[in-house]
Protein backbone atom coordinates (compact mmCIF):
# COMPACT_ATOMS: atom_id res chain seq x y z
CA UNK A 1 0.00 0.00 0.00
CA UNK A 2 1.18 3.66 -1.06
CA UNK A 3 0.36 6.35 1.79
CA UNK A 4 0.25 9.59 -0.05
CA UNK A 5 0.02 12.39 2.25
CA UNK A 6 -1.99 15.50 1.59
CA UNK A 7 0.00 18.74 2.54
CA UNK A 8 -2.40 21.19 1.17
CA UNK A 9 -4.45 23.59 3.66
CA UNK A 10 -7.57 23.82 1.61
CA UNK A 11 -9.50 20.41 0.25
CA UNK A 12 -10.03 22.35 -2.84
CA UNK A 13 -6.17 22.40 -3.81
CA UNK A 14 -5.67 18.08 -2.95
CA UNK A 15 -8.15 17.99 -6.31
CA UNK A 16 -5.42 19.86 -8.28
CA UNK A 17 -2.01 18.36 -6.08
CA UNK A 18 -2.97 14.72 -4.48
CA UNK A 19 -5.54 13.22 -7.27
CA UNK A 20 -3.64 13.40 -10.37
CA UNK A 21 -0.94 11.33 -8.14
CA UNK A 22 -3.48 8.73 -6.84
CA UNK A 23 -5.30 8.09 -10.33
CA UNK A 24 -2.02 6.57 -11.48
CA UNK A 25 -2.19 3.92 -7.48
CA UNK A 26 -4.05 1.11 -7.16
CA UNK A 27 -3.61 0.23 -4.32
CA UNK A 28 -3.38 3.28 -1.97
CA UNK A 29 -4.55 5.49 1.15
CA UNK A 30 -4.57 9.24 1.30
CA UNK A 31 -4.20 11.09 4.89
CA UNK A 32 -3.95 14.85 5.40
CA UNK A 33 -0.49 15.64 7.39
CA UNK A 34 -2.44 17.09 10.40
CA UNK A 35 -4.00 13.38 10.49
CA UNK A 36 -1.29 11.22 10.37
CA UNK A 37 -0.41 9.14 12.58
CA UNK A 38 2.35 6.49 13.12
CA UNK A 39 0.37 3.64 12.62
CA UNK A 40 0.07 5.15 9.04
CA UNK A 41 3.55 5.51 8.38
CA UNK A 42 4.54 2.03 9.49
CA UNK A 43 2.01 0.52 7.26
CA UNK A 44 2.81 1.99 4.09
CA UNK A 45 5.40 -0.01 1.74
CA UNK A 46 6.04 3.75 0.12
CA UNK A 47 5.10 7.35 0.83
CA UNK A 48 4.42 10.14 -1.47
CA UNK A 49 4.21 13.48 0.19
CA UNK A 50 1.83 16.23 -2.03
CA UNK A 51 2.76 18.97 -3.37
CA UNK A 52 0.29 22.36 -2.58
CA UNK A 53 -0.74 25.50 -4.01
CA UNK A 54 1.42 28.79 -4.26
CA UNK A 55 1.41 30.56 -0.55
CA UNK A 56 0.05 27.42 0.76
CA UNK A 57 2.86 27.23 3.44
CA UNK A 58 1.21 25.37 5.90
CA UNK A 59 2.93 21.84 6.14
CA UNK A 60 6.25 23.92 6.59
CA UNK A 61 5.00 25.22 10.01
CA UNK A 62 4.59 22.79 11.39
CA UNK A 63 7.91 20.17 11.67
CA UNK A 64 6.77 18.12 14.04
CA UNK A 65 4.27 16.38 11.86
CA UNK A 66 7.42 15.03 9.96
CA UNK A 67 9.79 14.07 12.39
CA UNK A 68 9.57 10.86 11.02
CA UNK A 69 11.08 11.93 7.77
CA UNK A 70 14.31 10.88 9.44
CA UNK A 71 14.23 7.22 9.79
CA UNK A 72 12.01 6.23 7.25
CA UNK A 73 13.69 3.64 5.34
CA UNK A 74 11.03 2.40 3.11
CA UNK A 75 10.86 4.37 -0.79
CA UNK A 76 9.58 7.88 0.22
CA UNK A 77 8.96 10.72 -2.63
CA UNK A 78 8.80 14.42 -2.04
CA UNK A 79 6.80 16.56 -4.68
CA UNK A 80 7.25 20.07 -4.15
CA UNK A 81 6.33 20.87 -0.62
CA UNK A 82 7.43 17.22 -0.03
CA UNK A 83 10.89 17.91 -1.17
CA UNK A 84 11.22 21.24 1.14
CA UNK A 85 9.74 19.04 4.05
CA UNK A 86 12.32 16.66 3.47
CA UNK A 87 15.10 19.13 3.34
CA UNK A 88 13.79 20.72 6.63
CA UNK A 89 13.80 18.04 8.58
CA UNK A 90 17.18 16.89 7.03
CA UNK A 91 18.09 20.44 8.42
CA UNK A 92 18.16 22.50 5.56
CA UNK A 93 17.29 26.06 4.81
CA UNK A 94 14.18 27.01 2.48
CA UNK A 95 14.81 30.20 0.63
CA UNK A 96 12.48 32.15 -1.90
CA UNK A 97 13.16 30.89 -5.36
CA UNK A 98 9.96 31.17 -7.52
CA UNK A 99 9.29 29.47 -10.70
CA UNK A 100 6.01 28.89 -12.88
CA UNK A 101 5.36 26.93 -15.43
CA UNK A 102 7.40 24.85 -18.14
CA UNK A 103 11.10 24.80 -17.64
CA UNK A 104 14.53 22.72 -18.53
CA UNK A 105 15.67 20.15 -16.14
CA UNK A 106 19.80 19.30 -16.27
CA UNK A 107 20.04 15.85 -15.39
CA UNK A 108 23.33 15.05 -13.15
CA UNK A 109 22.54 10.76 -13.28
CA UNK A 110 19.76 8.84 -14.21
CA UNK A 111 17.09 8.77 -11.18
CA UNK A 112 13.09 7.44 -11.32
CA UNK A 113 13.43 6.06 -14.54
CA UNK A 114 14.82 9.49 -16.11
CA UNK A 115 17.33 9.10 -18.45
CA UNK A 116 17.26 12.32 -20.58
CA UNK A 117 20.13 14.27 -19.75
CA UNK A 118 17.76 17.33 -20.22
CA UNK A 119 14.09 17.59 -20.25
CA UNK A 120 10.80 19.95 -19.60
CA UNK A 121 9.04 19.69 -16.55
CA UNK A 122 6.36 21.93 -14.62
CA UNK A 123 7.30 23.82 -11.95
CA UNK A 124 4.89 25.75 -9.63
CA UNK A 125 6.77 26.66 -6.52
CA UNK A 126 7.95 30.18 -4.19
CA UNK A 127 10.59 28.51 -2.26
CA UNK A 128 13.04 25.72 -2.53
CA UNK A 129 15.42 23.99 -0.19
CA UNK A 130 19.14 24.20 0.13
CA UNK A 131 20.80 20.81 -0.19
CA UNK A 132 20.93 18.84 2.50
CA UNK A 133 24.03 17.29 4.41
CA UNK A 134 24.52 13.83 3.02
CA UNK A 135 21.99 14.32 -0.27
CA UNK A 136 23.29 14.24 -3.42
CA UNK A 137 21.70 16.95 -6.16
CA UNK A 138 20.38 14.68 -9.32
CA UNK A 139 19.08 17.67 -11.37
CA UNK A 140 18.52 21.54 -11.36
CA UNK A 141 17.04 24.05 -13.33
CA UNK A 142 18.88 27.47 -13.78
CA UNK A 143 17.67 28.49 -10.21
CA UNK A 144 17.99 25.29 -7.83
CA UNK A 145 17.76 22.08 -7.26
CA UNK A 146 15.01 19.85 -8.83
CA UNK A 147 15.54 16.70 -7.51
CA UNK A 148 17.77 15.72 -4.68
CA UNK A 149 18.40 11.84 -3.40
CA UNK A 150 19.33 10.64 -0.39
CA UNK A 151 19.10 6.13 0.02
CA UNK A 152 15.47 5.44 -0.66
CA UNK A 153 14.33 8.82 0.22
CA UNK A 154 13.91 11.37 -3.22
CA UNK A 155 12.99 14.82 -3.35
CA UNK A 156 11.23 16.32 -6.29
CA UNK A 157 10.71 20.01 -6.70
CA UNK A 158 8.69 20.06 -10.36
CA UNK A 159 5.46 18.55 -10.33
CA UNK A 160 5.50 15.19 -12.18
CA UNK A 161 1.56 14.67 -11.59
CA UNK A 162 1.18 17.42 -14.07
CA UNK A 163 4.13 16.90 -16.88
CA UNK A 164 5.83 13.43 -16.88
CA UNK A 165 3.58 11.42 -14.94
CA UNK A 166 5.96 8.49 -15.92
CA UNK A 167 8.37 9.34 -13.33
CA UNK A 168 5.68 8.82 -10.54
CA UNK A 169 4.64 5.63 -12.07
CA UNK A 170 8.29 4.41 -11.86
CA UNK A 171 8.30 5.05 -8.18
CA UNK A 172 5.19 3.17 -7.74
CA UNK A 173 6.52 0.55 -9.72
CA UNK A 174 10.10 0.13 -8.62
Not at 103 to 123: H, R, S
Not at 127 to 148: M, T, W
Request: hydrophobic content about 40%.
Amino acid sequence: MILVIDTCKYHLHSSEFVKPITDLIDDFTIKHFTKLKKEDIEKADKIIISGTALKDNEARKHPEKFQWIKDFEKPLLGICMGMQLIGQIHGAETYECQEIGPTEIIMKENCLGIEQNKFEAYKLHDFAVKLPAGFQEIAKSNKCAQIIKKGNTVGILFHPEVMNKHIIAYFINQ
